[in-house]
T-cell receptor
Framework: DAGVTQSPTHLIKTRGQQVTLRCSPI?????VSWYQQVLGQGPQFIFQ???????GRGNFPDRFSARQFPNYSSELNVNALLLGDSALYLC??????????????FGNGTRLTVT | KQEVTQIPAALSVPEGENLVLNCSFT??????LQWFRQDPGKGLTSLLL?????REQTSGRLNASLDKSSGRSTLYIAASQPGDSATYLC??????????FGKGTRLSVIA
């Protein structure tokens, strides 16, 4: 079975540009979450979507947005990129969103470098 | 606000040694706790999930325990191998919040 797939794997952008990251969840999983992991830190929550609706949003500026499509795949968009947005962006899927006995399964991430 | 702390930040052990990684959290009202493994530059691999009503979970050489009342969890790795070298992350879910992660413990197992 395919796991969580993310694209692209690596990306280099310039300050002020916009970027779109993509995620396909495990088949049958209806919840997708996005996390940002800066080097040496644990992942920080950005968004959660369940059944195409936003269920949670972390402490990130409005430059960050996301959506979930009818096939449960998801996109994360970041506008007006800053150097501090350089990080590993992780997508996770789960059946119900991670509560109770519904573990999160993570993809390999997209490494974004902003120059 | 839930905060998760992992001690030590880094650990180096000889092959074959048994070891314990520690995780503590400030809000004991959790739904579950997950331990993950992360190889350099890679995503997270789920190792064990402990529900709030459970005390421990085992998978192969790994054993995770949970003491919810004291806000602590430990990950025990038996007979460590060089292939166990990675960063180990602890994360909890409480209330309507998503996973909150610690900063991880970077483990090196020396052959």
């Amino acid at each position: 079975d395919a796991g969580v797939t993310q694209s692209p794997t690596h990306l280099i952008k310039t300050r002020g540009q916009q970027v779109t990251l993509r995620c396909s969840p495990i088949s049958g999983h209806k919840s997708v979450s996005w996390y940002q992991q800066v080097l040496g830190q644990g992942p920080q929550f950005i968004f959660q979507y369940y059944e195409k609706e936003e269920r949670g949003r972390g402490n990130f500026p409005d430059r960050f947005s996301a959506r979930q499509f009818p096939n449960y795949s998801s996109e994360l968009n970041v506008n007006a990129l800053l150097l501090g947005d350089s990080a590993l962006y992780l997508c996770a899927s789960s059946v119900l969103g991670g509560q109770g006995n519904s573990p999160l399964h993570f993809g390999n991430g997209t490494r974004l470098t902003v120059t | 606000k839930q905060e998760v702390t992992q001690i030590p930040a880094a650990l180096s052990v000889p092959e074959g040694e048994n070891l314990v990684l520690n995780c503590s959290f400030t809000d004991s009202a959790i739904y579950n706790l997950q331990w993950f493994r992360q190889d350099p530059g890679k995503g997270l691999t789920s190792l064990l999930l402990i529900q709030s009503s459970q005390r421990e979970q085992t998978s192969g050489r790994l054993n995770a325990s949970l003491d919810k009342s004291s806000g602590r969890s430990t990950l025990y790795i038996a007979a460590s191998q060089p292939g166990d070298s990675a960063t180990y992350l602890c994360a909890v879910i409480s209330g309507n919040t998503p996973l909150v992660f610690g900063k991880g413990t970077r483990l090196s197992v020396i052959a």
